[in-house]
C-alpha cells in the first residue's frame, strides 16, 4: 500500500516519512489529540443517533417499500449504546490517545459497515451508494489518526462496498460504485493529508513561539522563568547528584559606563556562549537576572568536575574582547552541590549556591567558590524592616531576602514608628513601598534621619514607574526598587548595597 501511495506523493516528503510525522504530532500533542478524538466520538455519533431516527420513522412511510426499517431499527440500538459507551468512559475524563485513537477506527469501521449495508439494501434496488464515499471523507476530518492507518482503513472499507456490489448489484451500479469509491480513496488521502500538513505546521508554531517565550533574546539561554521551572521539575523528578552554579558577571555597570550598553550587550551575549560551550549535554543553562546566570549541571560525575567546569569558565572569561580593547573581564561563581546534604530540596540547593556566590564576592571576586555549611557560620545577619500595606508585596521581598537577612514586617508607617519607638530597635536598612494607602511615611522618614548613624543606613523605596515623591528625604542614604518587584534584581541589590 505504501509503495502504491509514493506514486501519488503530494510533496518532496514521502509518504512513509509523513506518516512518521503523523505518529509525532500525535505523540507530541497527545493531550489535544485524545481531548479531541474523544469530543468527536460523543459528536458524531450523537449527530449519527439523530439522524438515524429520523431515516427510521421516514422509512415506516416514505421508504416504505424498501424494507429498511429494521437496520435503521438495529442501528439505532447498537448506536445507541455507542454513544453511551462514549458519555460513560470519555466524557470529561482522560484516556490513553492510542485507546481512543483505536476506538475512533472501530466506530468509523461501524458506520461505513452500516452504509455498505443500507446502500446494497434492498437487493432488488438499482441505485448507486449515494452516501457511502461523502460521508466516509468526512471521517477524513473528524478523527485524528495517524496517516497510513486512516487511509488503510478507509481503503479497506472502499474495497468492501465494491465487492459488495460486484456481486450483489447490476454492473451499472457496480461501475458507479467503484469509480466513486477510487476517486473517494484518492479524494480522501488528499484532504486528510493536507489537513495533518496544517495540524503538524501548526503545532511546529506553537512550539517555537513557546520556546521564543521561555528564551532570553539577547544570549539564547533560558530566561528566568523558564529556567526555575525546568531545574525545579528536574530536581523533583531525577534522583541523581545535580550542581547549581550561580554566576554573576563582575562589575557589570562599569562595562557598561567604559563601552556602552550596546557594547554591554554583546559582552554578555559572549558571556552566555562561554556558558553553554562549558556546560554539559543535558546540563541546564539561563540568564535569571541582568548580569546574573546559573547553570544546573544534571550529570554530576564528581566534585573535581564541577569545579574544573567553573575554572574554565573564569579563565575564559578574561579573553573576552570589546572594541578591540582588553578589559579586565571576570566573574565571580557559587556552587553548592546535592550530594552536600541529604534532603536538599531545590530551593535550599540554590540559597547554598547564592551563599557560595556571596562567599566569592566577599574574597574579591574573580573565582569560585564551593558551598561549605561553615559559610553559614560566618554569616553575621543584618535586620531589615520591611513596611509595605500589601501582604502580597511583603511575600515577595521576604521570598528573596530571608535566607540572609533578619526580617520584619509591618503593614504600615505607623506600626514601623510603634516598633522602631517601643522596641528602641534600629534596623540597618528600611524598605517602604509609597503607595498612597501606607500612612505615616514621613514620620517614619523623620525619624530614620534622626539617627546619629542615618548615613550609614539605607532606605529603599519602593515605587511604580512613574509615581512622583514627595517627602523629604534630605539626609538619608535612598534607593529605589521599582514595581513590578524583580525578586532576583531586589535580592542582589540588597546584598550589594548593605552586604
Same mark, same amino acid.
Request: hydrophobic share 45%.
Given at each position: ?19 512518521? !510525522? ?32 429520523? /431515516? ?9 417499500? =424498501? ?79 495517524? =496517516? ?23 454492473? !451499472? ?60 521539575? /528536574? ?63 544534571? !550529570? ?111 503593614? !504600615? ?87
Amino acid at each position: 500500500m505504501g509503495s502504491f501511495l509514493e506514486q501519488f506523493n503530494i510533496n518532496s516528503v514521502s509518504h512513509s516519512e509523513f506518516h512518521k !510525522n503523523t505518529v509525532d504530532y500525535i505523540n507530541d500533542n497527545q493531550e489535544y489529540v485524545g481531548r479531541s478524538n474523544r469530543m468527536m466520538l460523543i459528536r458524531v455519533s450523537f449527530i449519527i443517533e439523530i439522524l438515524l431516527t429520523i /431515516y427510521f420513522f421516514l422509512s415506516l412511510s416514505v421508504f416504505k417499500s =424498501w424494507n429498511v426499517t429494521e437496520i435503521y431499527a438495529a442501528n439505532i440500538v447498537i448506536n445507541g449504546i455507542a454513544l453511551g459507551i462514549f458519555l460513560l468512559f470519555f466524557w470529561k475524563k482522560e484516556v490513553p490517545v492510542k485507546r481512543t485513537v483505536r476506538v475512533c477506527e472501530i466506530y468509523q469501521f461501524y458506520i461505513m459497515m452500516f452504509l455498505v449495508v443500507i446502500s446494497l439494501a434492498p437487493l432488488e434496488m438499482e441505485s448507486p451508494a449515494v452516501y457511502f464515499a461523502s460521508l466516509g471523507i468526512v471521517f477524513a476530518v473528524v478523527f485524528i489518526i495517524p =496517516w497510513y492507518q486512516m487511509v488503510i482503513l478507509f481503503a479497506v472499507e472502499c474495497g468492501i462496498m465494491i465487492v459488495a456490489s460486484y456481486f450483489l448489484k447490476s454492473a !451499472n451500479i457496480f461501475s458507479i460504485n467503484l469509480f466513486s469509491s477510487v476517486v473517494a480513496c484518492f479524494v480522501f488521502a488528499y484532504i486528510a493529508r493536507n489537513l495533518y500538513e496544517f495540524r503538524i505546521s501548526e503545532s511546529i508554531a506553537k512550539a517555537k513561539l513557546k520556546d521564543m517565550a521561555g528564551i532570553d533574546k539577547l544570549t539564547g539561554l533560558y530566561n528566568k522563568g523558564n529556567m526555575e521551572n525546568l531545574c525545579l521539575d /528536574y530536581f523533583n523528578h531525577n534522583e541523581k547528584n545535580v550542581a547549581i552554579m550561580i554566576i554573576d558577571f563582575d562589575n557589570f555597570k562599569v562595562v557598561n559606563d567604559t563601552f556602552g550598553h550596546q557594547q554591554g550587550d554583546q559582552v554578555l551575549k559572549a558571556f552566555g556562549s562561554i556558558l553553554k560551550k562549558n556546560a554539559g549535554e543535558g546540563d541546564l543553562v539561563g540568564r535569571i537576572g541582568g548580569d546574573e546566570f546559573m547553570i544546573m549541571v544534571t !550529570n554530576v560525575t564528581s566534585q573535581e568536575a564541577v569545579l574544573k567546569m567553573a575554572d574554565a569558565i573564569v579563565e575564559q572569561t578574561h579573553d573576552i574582547l570589546a572594541s578591540e580593547l582588553v578589559f579586565a573581564f571576570s566573574c565571580s561563581i557559587g556552587i553548592a552541590l546535592r550530594s552536600q546534604q541529604e534532603g536538599l530540596s531545590y530551593d535550599m540547593l540554590f540559597s547554598y549556591a547564592d551563599r557560595a556566590l556571596y562567599n566569592t564576592k566577599n574574597n574579591g571576586k574573580n573565582g569560585k567558590s564551593l558551598f561549605t555549611m561553615d559559610m553559614l557560620q560566618q554569616d553575621t545577619f543584618k535586620s531589615i524592616l520591611l513596611v509595605d500595606s500589601l501582604k502580597v508585596s511583603r511575600a515577595l521581598l521576604v521570598s528573596c531576602l530571608e535566607r540572609r537577612y533578619h526580617l520584619y514586617e509591618v503593614n !504600615n508607617g505607623l506600626h514601623a514608628l510603634n516598633l522602631l519607638q517601643e522596641r528602641a530597635t534600629e534596623m540597618d536598612t528600611v524598605i517602604i513601598d509609597v503607595d498612597p494607602s501606607n500612612s505615616h511615611i514621613q514620620e517614619l522618614l523623620d525619624l530614620l534621619k534622626a539617627y546619629d548613624n542615618a548615613k550609614d543606613k539605607v532606605v529603599f523605596l519602593v515605587m511604580s514607574k512613574h509615581q512622583k515623591i514627595e517627602y523629604n528625604l534630605e539626609g538619608l542614604n535612598v534607593e529605589y526598587i521599582m514595581k513590578p518587584i524583580d525578586t532576583i534584581e531586589v535580592s542582589k541589590r540588597v546584598r550589594e548595597i548593605i552586604g
